[in-house]
């Protein structure tokens, strides 16, 4: 709508509209009119995004519930018939790897965009044409990307190492793809936690009797599955 006082401005002294003011006038009104259609297909996604990454985040919240509650995360179906979410968007999957050990979320916004949380996650993250998982495999990632209508190139998770020791030393097997290790060692002396390149370390106490021996393989994109042993009492 133009502004009366621009309407004002557009007539003759005689406050009459002549064709050149009318002409002028529908001119000012188009501009208007195309500014405002600019800025709509630069917002539209905008909030079509939002609300994907807002539905995401919910389901999220669902699998923490579940974990506090069950100590494991759960599938989509277990989420909304125990209540920890009121239903999973049609646009939104979820599922549990590793024994329910981790999840991820996955969702597409009508702007066509896929968003991802798994349980490492503070908030999702927009999904280019490839993805680092720190829970599924390859094969499971892009069949729940595909379930939302989306499509995605996955590197499958860092898969647990096996784990074994001789006396205070630590040793266990090389993961495809892990450039480092978290060795964690908990026993009546405390938690003591190293980073490794190798596959070995040697940790003072990691052969006393109910130690908890913890091995995280990683890389620069991703957390793998963690292996632990406890040694015998």
């Given at each position: 709508m133009i502004p009366r006082k621009a309407f004002g401005a557009l007539a003759n002294e005689r406050g009459e509209f002549t064709p050149a003011s009318i002409v002028i006038a529908s001119m000012v009104g188009a501009l208007f009119l195309i500014g405002a259609f600019s800025i709509v297909p630069q917002v539209v996604p905008t909030f079509q995004d939002r609300a994907t990454f807002d539905e995401v985040s919910a389901v999220a919240r669902g699998?923490?519930?579940?974990?506090?509650?069950?100590?494991?995360?759960q599938s989509s179906a277990?989420?909304?018939?125990?209540?920890?979410?009121?239903?999973?968007?049609?646009?939104?999957?979820?599922?549990?790897?590793?024994g329910g050990a981790c999840f991820t979320v996955i969702g597409k916004s009508q702007a066509g965009n896929l968003w991802v949380m798994e349980q490492e996650d503070e908030q999702p993250r927009e999904a280019p044409g490839q993805w680092a998982s720190d829970?599924?495999?390859?094969?499971?990632?892009?069949?729940?990307?595909?379930?939302v209508g989306g499509t995605v190139q996955a590197v499958g998770a860092l898969e647990a190492p096996t784990?074994?020791?001789?006396?205070?030393?630590?040793?266990?097997?090389?993961?495809?793809?892990?450039?480092?290790?978290?060795?964690?060692?908990?026993?009546?002396?405390?938690?003591?936690?190293?980073?490794?390149?190798?596959?070995?370390?040697?940790?003072?106490?990691?052969?006393?009797?109910?130690?908890?021996?913890?091995?995280?393989?990683?890389?620069?994109?991703?957390?793998?599955?963690?292996?632990?042993?406890?040694?015998?009492k």
């Open positions: 699998q923490q519930g579940a974990l506090s509650a069950t100590s494991r995360y277990d989420l909304e018939k125990y209540r920890w979410v009121s239903s999973v968007p049609e646009n939104v999957a979820t599922r549990a790897g590793q829970c599924l495999s390859k094969l499971q990632f892009e069949d729940l990307a595909r379930s784990i074994r020791t001789a006396g205070t030393k630590v040793m266990w097997s090389a993961v495809d793809r892990a450039t480092k290790y978290e060795l964690i060692v908990a026993n009546e002396k405390g938690r003591e936690v190293k980073t490794v390149e190798g596959t070995s370390a040697t940790v003072p106490g990691a052969d006393l009797p109910g130690s908890r021996i913890s091995v995280v393989p990683m890389n620069g994109n991703q957390q793998g599955a963690t292996a632990s042993i406890t040694i015998a």
